[in-house]
């Protein structure tokens, strides 16, 4: 066994970032949690007093969209996206953490793109004053910067993990502070 070793850590930027995608994580939550009182609202209003709304389908829809595009980076942190890790886990450690390298970085280079693309989409609904073709009628620059802000985010962190994964393969296990031989076989990544 013998003495742990000092831990590293992330550089300032990277932290502030899985800190970002912390709180977006969590506002993530409550918004679901909002949807799902908005849904029940509406639920009642309509069966009880015989009433309905015109904009609880679409708000429910846009609450839902944050949810799951901002708080993708969330996931990302801790590992909860899908990974197929059948033959992953046959790998040695120093080849599996190289082949979670590749797939971060095709990840990173996957979700710019969609970034990219999605940041058009906001500007031309922005600039042409695009609205909702429903009757509650809302400016599309709203839930249309969703996905751009989500893929930014989840690119950021793409950074973090990166970071992370090279940092492991120069030092060994650093995010424990533990020796190699102490350590579990990883079970949080990228999806692999």
Request: with cysteine.
């Amino acid at each position: 066994m013998g003495e742990p070793m000092p831990e590293r850590r992330l550089p300032a930027p990277l932290r502030i970032v899985e800190r970002v995608s912390t709180w977006f994580g969590y506002i993530s939550a409550a918004l679901v949690l909002v949807s799902m009182l908005v849904i029940s609202y509406a639920a009642v209003l309509r069966y009880v007093v015989g009433a309905s709304t015109i904009w609880q389908t679409e708000l429910v829809t846009y609450l839902l969209m944050f949810a799951a595009f901002c708080g993708a980076a969330y996931g990302l942190r801790h590992g909860d996206h899908v990974k197929i890790d059948l033959v992953v886990d046959r790998l040695g450690q120093r080849t599996r953490r190289i082949v979670r390298l590749i797939a971060a970085i095709l990840g990173f280079c996957f979700v710019v793109a969609i970034a990219v693309m999605a940041f058009d989409m906001w500007w031309e609904s922005t600039t042409e004053g695009r609205t909702s073709s429903s009757a509650w009628n809302v400016p599309l620059t709203f839930p249309h910067a969703v996905l751009p802000l989500g893929m930014t985010l989840v690119a950021l962190q793409y950074l973090a993990v990166i970071a992370g994964i090279v940092q492991e393969i120069r030092h060994g296990d650093t995010e424990t502070g533990t020796r190699r031989q102490d350590r579990k076989p990883e079970q949080e990544g990228i999806p692999t």
